[in-house]
């Protein structure tokens, strides 16, 4: 583009690609200096070399609005406490699983991070840049990819601090957990003997009998039948309750399975509340969207194959479907994504808690060497041009890593968080612990650029692992509630009146209908 640009036009007069309109100078700073670490060979970014990139700058439109960049200790494994031994063996103990505690970690501190009122900058009615609360609305957290343990931990674990969440930017429909509740009920109707698909529908939001001592273990242990048989013979109420649904299931079994799954959503169970309304106080509302899905499926069936339960169950067990919600609008709840998904969105305040594993390596069989097909085997069998094809192939994707890196930060308007969990062996009594994080990672990065804006060396602990480091002013406190701007209003008065009743409609009468 730069060749052409000057071709055509004077170089005066080519267009000036500095200025952010999205980010805070502290941020931008932090950017600029992120792009001078590593061992990447020339500008992550760009095909000049890096002294000509060093004298470009990111340039912050918002100029006058302090914004700043934190960096956390690395979460370590935890030891937990020796248990007695008639409680837990001893040779089953395991340290915390650092992911699951870097994800509490991080929903409490986004809890008081509302609940405190931290600022962040809005751009109001009039087109005035000022400072409100944080809301839950303002944090988009983002991840390498969805596969892994940290994922689903930071999800989980916001849920359980009641924070509003997105939930999955996309997941595999017959995977989530509210279709196979589902599933399940086909699955008994079908077969009502099979034991371990009844102890789920038990233990899940349409059988509520979550206390194991109380239900589960009552009904199963030293029982003579089948699961089944125990529950029907149960004299517990909740039994006998449920015991009346699942025999309407039974019953019901020859219908479409789009009515099936209708009737069991749609009407009262066990209860005045119908199904969608014991699924959502479990799974709360992100559970909505593949419950529908699967609804959409249970109708596109019954247009085309036999409406029979088995054929649908059958299918559904075989089905990858993605399905992937729009989260470009927050919509009053946290975004957790993928920085690939994240590409042209923005947030007040971004964290990255994904950070500690090295770049990913993905070895093609061929690769091209000067237009000729090579094949790449094992690393030690390498000839001269072999070895050159896979330094350039290795190079590229460590490029690719720190582009979406620069995506992953440039998403943050006011804030950047940068955390992450132990990546490797966990560390020995015996051994130097390490630092937890790979070469050339992100967090490696960043914490390489913190060091460099505090002018030296980042403050780190005995192993050697970054201690918290904050680059730009503290967040400020405000005295207004994360709710301000918003109003009560009154109820309209024709909430609660009756709609008038309206006149039968005209019969029209057409020869053609005959």
Request: proline share 8%; glycine share 6%; with cysteine.
């Amino acid at each position: 583009f730069q060749a052409r640009s000057l071709a055509a036009f004077n170089a005066a007069h080519l267009p000036d690609m500095q200025m952010s309109f999205r980010s805070c100078p502290e941020i931008l700073d932090f950017v600029d200096t992120l792009s001078e670490c590593g061992d990447v060979a020339g500008h992550p970014y760009m095909a000049d070399p890096m002294s000509e990139t060093n004298l470009t700058r990111h340039i912050a439109h918002r100029a006058d609005q302090p914004g700043s960049v934190e960096i956390w200790p690395i979460e370590v494994p935890g030891i937990p406490e020796e248990a007695l031994p008639w409680q837990a063996p001893r040779d089953s103990q395991r340290a915390e699983d650092p992911a699951q505690n870097l994800a509490r970690n991080l929903a409490e501190r986004i809890d008081t991070l509302i609940q405190s009122a931290e600022q962040v900058w809005h751009l109001d009615e009039t087109k005035t840049w000022r400072r409100r609360a944080a809301r839950a609305e303002d944090i988009l957290i983002l991840v390498h990819q969805r596969t892994g343990a940290l994922f689903k931990a930071v999800i989980d674990a916001l849920k359980a601090r009641n924070l509003p969440v997105s939930g999955a930017d996309r997941l595999i429909l017959a995977d989530h957990i509210g279709v196979q509740d589902c599933l399940n009920l086909i699955r008994f109707a079908l077969l009502p003997e099979d034991d371990l698909t009844l102890a789920e529908i038990l233990r899940g939001p349409f059988g509520k009998c979550v206390d194991d001592d109380a239900h589960l273990f009552q009904l199963a242990y030293q029982r003579s039948g089948s699961l089944w048989q125990s529950l029907k013979a149960s004299p517990h109420a909740d039994h006998i309750t449920l015991t009346k649904a699942l025999e309407m299931l039974i019953r019901d079994k020859g219908q479409p399975p789009f009515e099936f799954l209708s009737a069991i959503l749609e009407r009262p169970w066990r209860s005045a509340e119908t199904g969608w309304a014991h699924l959502a106080a479990r799974l709360g509302s992100p559970m909505r969207d593949p419950v529908q899905a699967l609804l959409s499926k249970a109708l596109a069936h019954d247009a085309q194959s036999a409406t029979s339960l088995q054929t649908f169950l059958a299918k559904m067990e075989l089905d990858r479907t993605q399905i992937k919600r729009d989260l470009a609008r927050a919509n009053g709840k946290i975004r957790v994504m993928t920085v690939h998904g994240a590409k042209g969105l923005q947030a007040p305040i971004v964290i990255l808690p994904d950070t500690t594993r090295a770049p990913k390596s993905v070895r093609p069989d061929l690769v091209s060497s000067d237009g000729v097909p090579l094949w790449l085997g094992s690393k030690q069998e390498d000839t001269p041009v072999a070895a050159k094809a896979r330094a350039s192939l290795e190079a590229r994707q460590l490029s690719e890593h720190r582009r979406l890196l620069y995506v992953a930060l440039t998403r943050a308007a006011d804030r950047l968080i940068i955390c992450g969990a132990w990546s490797g062996l966990k560390p020995k009594e015996d051994q130097p612990p390490g630092k937890g994080y790979k070469q050339n990672s992100w967090y490696d990065l960043c914490a390489e650029a913190m060091g460099k804006l505090h002018g030296g060396a980042l403050l780190s602990d005995e192993e050697g692992r970054p201690l918290f480091a904050r680059y730009g002013p503290a967040p400020s406190i405000g005295t207004n509630p994360p709710g301000e701007g918003r109003t009560e209003a009154s109820l309209p008065s024709w909430l609660t009146q009756n709609a008038p009743d309206e006149p039968a409609p005209y019969r029209y009468i057409a020869p053609s209908a005959l």
